[in-house]
């Protein structure tokens, strides 16, 4: 499956009291139930894109910066970048580590966010819970009215808090895609030539 295949996923005011509440709802039960905190996060996405108010045209870029946000606040870039540099994370250096984890965050959430303003009325069904060790898979489903797409979400237990570090899509993994690509990049190029392309990537993908 390459990046093209990963489907809409998940899916007012980010300013107002509701969505402080639902943020700190949400990092309450961060400790407690990895599905808990999956399903606050996908009912504040959906919430942020179908609230009518952030549909008007002078809206979009304030609702497009609130989903990177949301989902910023719920997704551990670190693992996930970590994860899908692989061997190549060892053999760099701290700066280094940063920049990549900054320059991956802002590809994902923004090419994420884009996906998520696609929804529309799609349903999501949580399946299953798996806990261990620290880690958690919280299996769920999107089905709309022609497809049902299998999407689950792997957490690592952080300070005290559940943050997701992969997502499986019809039994595909975000991280081992990413890793596939990158890898092939590094050796094809260059470290410098992947950080190059994501650079092009990000500033690429803007708000509409």
């Given at each position: 499956?390459?990046?093209?295949?990963?489907?809409?996923?998940?899916?007012?005011?980010?300013?107002?009291?509701?969505?402080?509440?639902?943020?700190?709802?949400?990092?309450?039960?961060?400790?407690?139930?990895?599905?808990?905190?999956?399903?606050?996060?996908?009912?504040?996405?959906?919430?942020?894109?179908?609230?009518?108010?952030?549909?008007?045209?002078?809206?979009?870029?304030?609702?497009?910066?609130?989903?990177?946000?949301?989902?910023?606040?719920?997704?551990?870039?670190?693992?996930?970048?970590?994860?899908?540099?692989a061997a190549h994370w060892k053999r760099r250096k701290?700066?280094?580590?940063?920049?990549?984890?900054?320059?991956?965050?802002?590809?994902?959430?923004?090419?994420?966010?884009?996906?998520?303003?696609?929804?529309?009325?799609?349903?999501?069904?949580?399946?299953?819970?798996?806990?261990?060790?620290?880690?958690?898979?919280?299996?769920?489903?999107?089905?709309?009215?022609?497809?049902?797409?299998?999407?689950?979400?792997?957490l690592i237990l952080k300070d005290g808090a559940w943050?997701?570090?992969?997502?499986?899509?019809?039994?595909?993994?975000?991280?081992?895609?990413?890793?596939?690509?990158?890898?092939?990049?590094?050796?094809?190029?260059?470290?410098?030539?992947?950080?190059?392309?994501?650079?092009?990537?990000?500033?690429?993908?803007?708000?509409?």
């Open positions: 499956m390459t990046p093209t295949t990963y489907k809409k996923l998940l899916v007012g005011n980010g300013v107002t009291l509701s969505l402080v509440l639902v943020w700190w709802v949400c990092l309450a039960l961060g400790g407690e139930a990895p599905t808990a905190v999956v399903k606050c996060t996908i009912d504040e996405v959906i919430r942020l894109v179908t609230d009518e108010q952030l549909k008007t045209s002078d809206q979009v870029s304030q609702r497009r910066e609130l989903l990177e946000e949301e989902i910023g606040k719920h997704f551990d870039f670190g693992e996930m970048a970590k994860r899908s540099l701290e700066t280094d580590h940063q920049e990549f984890i900054g320059l991956f965050q802002a590809l994902l959430s923004k090419t994420y966010a884009k996906k998520i303003e696609n929804y529309s009325g799609e349903t999501v069904n949580y399946l299953k819970e798996r806990l261990r060790d620290g880690y958690a898979e919280v299996q769920t489903t999107i089905v709309s009215p022609k497809t049902e797409i299998s999407l689950d979400y792997r943050h997701v570090y992969d997502v499986v899509v019809d039994g595909v993994s975000l991280v081992k895609n990413e890793r596939g690509q990158f890898d092939r990049i590094i050796r094809d190029s260059s470290y410098a030539g992947l950080v190059g392309k994501l650079r092009e990537k990000s500033s690429d993908i803007t708000a509409p």
